[in-house]
């Protein structure tokens, strides 16, 4: 799989000030009453403990009136609870101005201290690509800070209030599929070529860097978007989104977040939001979504590792009706009533396409009236992979709670070859014939969707999965009792298919299994076949159900048939 180019103003992972670099110098005084205490710090942090470990500070009026650079490390001491100079000496300068008053000193100091990596100061620092623990991303924290005051105005010690000089990105992540199952932070880049560092636990996953700034100008002035994040897999294959559009600057001091689900192949932002590094909302357009500190729905979003055209037609007098559609996260447009026919180009450095809607019926009348989506590409290898929910489509704003009994998706990707993978189907109650045929020779959709639906309508599963050739594990089927048609063709010549389970035990009504299975499961490829069902009663009765003298259970899946396993789901 391709993978995006990183540029090289971000390869050089540096950030520069518009100052020069002094050199570092070691001027010591012997004055005691004249050493410059540091009684607080604080890091523009939402952390509890926001107290700066370590800095390096100078005084920059002693060396403009003077010529001597006073400087030193001062490091916090936990058991006293105070800073400890090292390395050098900070003195007040205590010159009077012409009116005999004392001259304000300037103070200018930064954080972490300088290593032969980073060569910190004040007005530069280079940041480390390898961020893959707290410390090291700790590390990477490029923070500065100035103050002015006299001797006399700080009795009790220096206050410094440091500044992050660089940007966060902060991503929280839904993995899916076994291709994710041992991701680690070595398998992730974002943008800069850094390695940042993965946290994952019981109940949440996340990754945090810390990169550079980056202008508007530098943005726009590249031919194509950069890379955000990119993934290697645990089959080797790499994927990757580019910046969203959205996101027109990397800011200093700004955190930038995501929320992504990688998995099954496919790489996808739901929301994107960007707040102060403290946490604190930036107040922006309302209507930005890159403003919005609230996640995203989950909208059916397609991507591609290569650019591929989207389209969408109608048949048999369908208008498609309050459907709209965006590309890497910019502005949405309304989908004509006709479809569209000349393709909506995404897909790699062009980002991904997404849709929402305001429809309660869908994307169909009936089995025939309805609209298609296909994609176009020039690429061989070109693939699609679908995420979201498709509830999305119906009311984008309250999708969760959205009435689905009208909605129908009939066709809607019928014969995309090159579709992988497919929306989310949560909804439990169904219309009749909601997915008829909905990935009809879908022949590279290699997962599934869920179909927890308990109560089943007409026809609602017609036909859904016919002659996909990729597949080889069926959605689990929990209805106990099956509705006319229902399962009608579900997975005819699905030939790769290994693994069926169907948990009904009222098996009754007319056509439910007719050629469901016909076919499936016999490539040459297949040497194991797995049927679960909710009994041997249940078992017994699909074997004894025939139509017009077609089994409703082939030869193939019976239990004594070869490299054929019958597994019995009684509690």
Not at 131 to 158: C, I, R, V
Not at 325 to 350: A, C, M, Q, R
Request: net charge negative.
């Amino acid at each position: 799989m391709k993978r995006n180019n990183i540029y090289a103003w971000m390869a050089a992972a540096m950030t520069l000030a518009a100052c020069s670099t002094n050199d570092i110098a070691d001027l010591g005084g012997n004055d005691a009453d004249n050493v410059v205490n540091v009684a607080a710090t604080r890091a523009n942090t939402s952390s509890n403990d926001n107290t700066i470990k370590a800095f390096h500070l100078v005084n920059t009026t002693q060396q403009s009136e003077y010529d001597k650079k006073y400087e030193a490390d001062y490091k916090y001491d936990d058991a006293s609870s105070t800073y400890v100079m090292t390395n050098g000496t900070v003195l007040w300068c205590n010159t009077n101005d012409n009116a005999g008053t004392k001259v304000n000193n300037l103070f200018q100091a930064f954080t972490p201290l300088t290593t032969a990596a980073n060569l910190a100061s004040y007005d530069r620092f280079y940041i480390p690509i390898y961020q893959a623990s707290p410390e090291l991303l700790a590390a990477a924290d490029w923070m500065t800070a100035t103050a002015t005051s006299t001797k006399a105005a700080a009795t009790d010690g220096l206050s410094l209030n440091f500044e992050h000089c660089n940007a966060k990105l902060h991503f929280t992540v839904t993995t899916k599929g076994d291709d994710v199952t041992t991701l680690s932070s070595e398998d992730i880049t974002v943008i800069g070529g850094i390695t940042p560092y993965y946290h994952t636990d019981e109940s949440n996953k996340t990754i945090e860097a810390i990169v550079a700034p980056v202008s508007a100008d530098e943005i726009t002035s590249s031919t194509s978007r950069p890379t955000l994040i990119s993934f290697r897999l645990a089959g080797g294959d790499e994927i990757s989104v580019p910046l969203p559009t959205s996101i027109t600057e990397i800011a200093a001091g700004k955190q930038y977040n995501f929320s992504i689900t990688v998995g099954h192949n496919a790489l996808t932002i739901s929301s994107v939001s960007v707040t102060d590094w403290n946490n604190q909302d930036i107040t922006e357009d309302e209507n930005d979504e890159a403003a919005s500190s609230l996640p995203l729905p989950p909208y059916v979003t397609f991507t591609s590792n290569e650019e591929v055209g989207f389209k969408m037609t109608t048949n048999y007098g369908y208008t498609i009706s309050d459907l709209e559609y965006s590309v890497n996260y910019g502005e949405w447009k309304l989908i004509p009533e006709n479809g569209i026919s000349d393709g909506v180009t995404f897909g790699s450095s062009k980002g991904n396409l997404r849709l929402r809607g305001k429809n309660l019926n869908g994307t169909a009348t009936n089995e025939r009236s309805c609209s298609k989506i296909s994609f176009s590409s020039n690429e061989t290898n070109a693939k699609v992979a679908c995420t979201g929910d498709i509830r999305s489509l119906l009311d984008y704003e309250n999708y969760n709670t959205v009435n689905t009994s009208n909605a129908r998706f009939c066709q809607l990707f019928s014969t995309c070859d090159i579709l992988t993978s497919a929306p989310e189907l949560p909804a439990t109650e169904l219309a009749e014939s909601c997915y008829y045929s909905m990935f009809f020779e879908c022949q590279s959709l290699t997962t599934a969707p869920e179909l927890p639906a308990m109560t089943l309508a007409k026809g609602c599963y017609y036909n859904m999965f016919n002659n996909c050739k990729a597949l080889t594990s069926a959605p689990e089927l929990p209805a106990t009792k099956l509705a006319n048609n229902c399962y009608n063709g579900m997975f005819y010549d699905c030939t790769n298919l290994e693994s069926v389970t169907m948990l009904a035990t009222d098996v009754s009504a007319r056509d439910c299994l007719y050629k469901w299975l016909y076919d499936a499961g016999t490539d040459d490829s297949v040497t194991q076949r797995t049927l679960t069902v909710a009994s041997q009663e249940a078992y017994n009765t699909i074997v004894n159900t025939k139509y017009d003298n077609n089994p409703a259970l082939p030869d193939n899946w019976k239990k004594d048939a070869s490299g054929t396993t019958v597994i019995y789901n009684e509690q």
